[in-house]
């Protein structure tokens, strides 16, 4: 690690621990890894976490073949549930993730004190984009406002110059959400700057064609159509025929669902980097994903799928109904420009 990588590291570490957790003395800061992960982030980490006065719990854990609940046969499900059950904070640093696993379901379900976010394994300088240089008050109002938007609206349409037009309904049973930073209080956070929305299930019609699809080749757009809520075609040449046999590996039908949709506002990041947290909050753009979906984002029953996977659309236009949000990935909505100018400049 060269000497600016650890200057932001320790940026990133303190910013995180200190002025987004709040860690507080005595409290227990359990960070999982796996072989692929990052050494000197997570030690970065537990030393800002003892600095505070809490205790960080670094447990190392085989590097599985497939995320989510895809990869329980290769962890100790026992003894890292156990474990999370108790913590105050959990920070998921592994290369392949437990996010949807049962060990996380169960954690999220049973510790009700805990206070979860993921980074996977994003490099130090994206960490630092996402996490620091912005007033998280300021984020906080403009994503706010945006999910009041959504939950006031019945449809959903989002385009893109690249020839993405996919629309979807609202449903006010399901969670609508954003992380802002503030990571104080128990929940499921995930690095800020995005509006989550689950869209009504069956609702989803018309075409995807990501910028940045997980699982595939960078800077190859793969096209998806998308009927009543299901993946029905995929192409895009060779990378859109390895990405379908990656698909049928799974031979689960929920693999082909959406899930969720993000739309991404996070003042540092204007462009892709092919690191898919730092991505999907990408400023004007969004993020959909597929496969298991959370009873907590879906009651009463969520989406069982046995992974789960991202793409990005950058530079899209989103309207909530007949109400343009953003024009070409630039905010354009009358009540969220000024909050949007202040963050940029």
Not at 41 to 59: H, N, R, S
Not at 142 to 169: E, P, W
Not at 204 to 217: A, E, K, R, S
Not at 271 to 282: A, G, S
Request: with cysteine.
């Amino acid at each position: 690690m060269t000497k600016a990588q650890q200057i932001l590291t320790s940026e990133f570490s303190e910013t995180l621990i200190k002025r987004m957790f709040q860690v507080k003395k005595g409290e227990t800061v359990a960070i999982t890894i796996d072989l692929g992960s990052k050494r000197e982030i997570v030690e970065a980490l537990a030393k800002a976490t003892q600095d505070v006065g809490g205790i960080p719990l670094l447990m190392w854990i085989s590097k599985a073949e497939k995320d989510s609940q895809a990869g329980m046969k290769d962890w100790p499900v026992e003894a890292l549930t156990a474990a999370l059950c108790k913590a105050d904070v959990w920070i998921e640093a592994n290369s392949v993730v437990l996010l949807y696993s049962d060990i996380w379901e169960t954690a999220m379900k049973d510790n009700k004190k805990l206070r979860y976010l993921i980074i996977a394994d994003s490099s130090i300088e994206s960490l630092h984009r996402v996490f620091t240089g912005y007033e998280i008050g300021t984020l906080k109002n403009l994503l706010s406002k945006v999910k009041d938007m959504a939950m006031t609206s019945k449809k959903v349409r989002i385009t893109s110059k690249n020839g993405t037009d996919v629309s979807y309904n609202i449903d006010l049973n399901y969670t609508f959400d954003y992380d802002d930073g503030d990571f104080s209080k128990p929940k499921f956070g995930t690095a800020p700057g995005f509006v989550n929305i689950v869209p009504k299930l069956d609702s989803m019609n018309g075409v995807i064609i990501f910028d940045h699809l997980q699982h595939t080749d960078n800077n190859t757009p793969i096209k998806f159509i998308m009927k009543n809520g299901k993946i029905t075609e995929v192409s895009g040449g060779k990378a859109a025929e390895k990405f379908k046999s990656y698909l049928t590996s799974f031979n689960d039908e929920n693999m082909y669902k959406i899930s969720h949709n993000m739309l991404g506002l996070n003042p540092k990041v204007r462009d892709l980097t092919y690191e898919l947290v730092e991505d999907e909050r990408i400023w004007g753009g969004v993020d959909f994903g597929f496969g298991h979906t959370s009873v907590m984002d879906m009651p009463p029953f969520g989406q069982e799928a046995v992974s789960h996977f991202d793409g990005v659309v950058k530079n899209t236009s989103i309207y909530f109904d007949h109400k343009q949000i953003t024009n070409n990935g630039v905010v354009c909505h009358e009540d969220l420009k000024p909050l949007a100018e202040k963050l940029i400049k």
